[in-house]
């Protein structure tokens, strides 16, 4: 069976923190609300644009409504790519992933359709056999389910499967699901999240070396 590569989005493949920011500080705008650093944002990604909203307002000790996430979903959607960029050697790292038989997945908790845009824009989508979105599947990271679904749809089992991921919920769910998992210290996770992981990598190209290792 192919060697598969489950592969979170944010902070892990592409930094999506500027556009993010933008979006999250228009919003903080519109409520006459002070404007967040791209390193506060950072921190509090990782958990889906909801979570993100609401861990923002909580900083003002408000609530978003509805009303707020849907026009954060829908702001930040459609400005999805005007200032995130891919880490650096991502496109070619996993080209030559693609080109020694793995398949390649993203399993990420921001919406399905954002992530394939995203994806899009930044010329990965070509590469990758399957995407599993926050709004994909009932459940999301750190749900081991989340990855176990996403991995059903590269039609590969998780003996020859591993994570790549930035965060706890990565390193959580692929544990749960039986994967071995490997920490992007790149990305926006915080010291310690890579606590429970099978490997740690400086860059994504140590990664793929890793990767390769771990599934000759």
Not at 18 to 44: E, G, I, K, T
């Amino acid at each position: 069976m192919p060697r598969t590569l489950l592969l979170d989005l944010d902070g892990t493949l592409v930094d999506t923190v500027p556009d993010l920011a933008a979006a999250l500080n228009r919003l903080m705008h519109a409520h006459r609300l002070p404007a967040f650093s791209h390193a506060q944002v950072a921190s509090m990604v990782g958990d889906g644009v909801a979570v993100l909203v609401s861990r923002a307002f909580a900083v003002h000790d408000r609530q978003p409504d509805a009303a707020d996430l849907a026009h954060f979903a829908t702001d930040y959607a459609a400005h999805v790519a005007v200032d995130s960029t891919l880490y650096p050697d991502v496109l070619p790292a996993l080209t030559g992933l693609a080109q020694d038989g793995w398949r390649l997945a993203v399993c990420t908790n921001k919406p399905e359709h954002t992530a394939r845009a995203l994806l899009c824009a930044l010329g990965l989508l070509p590469l990758l056999c399957a995407i599993g979105g926050g709004d994909s599947f009932a459940v999301r990271k750190p749900d081991p389910a989340h990855l176990l679904a996403t991995l059903s749809r590269t039609h590969a089992s998780p003996d020859t499967a591993l994570m790549i991921g930035d965060h706890r919920n990565d390193v959580i769910a692929a544990r749960g699901a039986g994967l071995r998992s490997i920490f992007a210290l790149w990305g926006y996770g915080a010291p310690g999240m890579e606590s429970g992981s099978t490997a740690v990598a400086r860059d994504i190209i140590e990664a793929a070396a890793i990767a390769r290792r771990l599934l000759p």
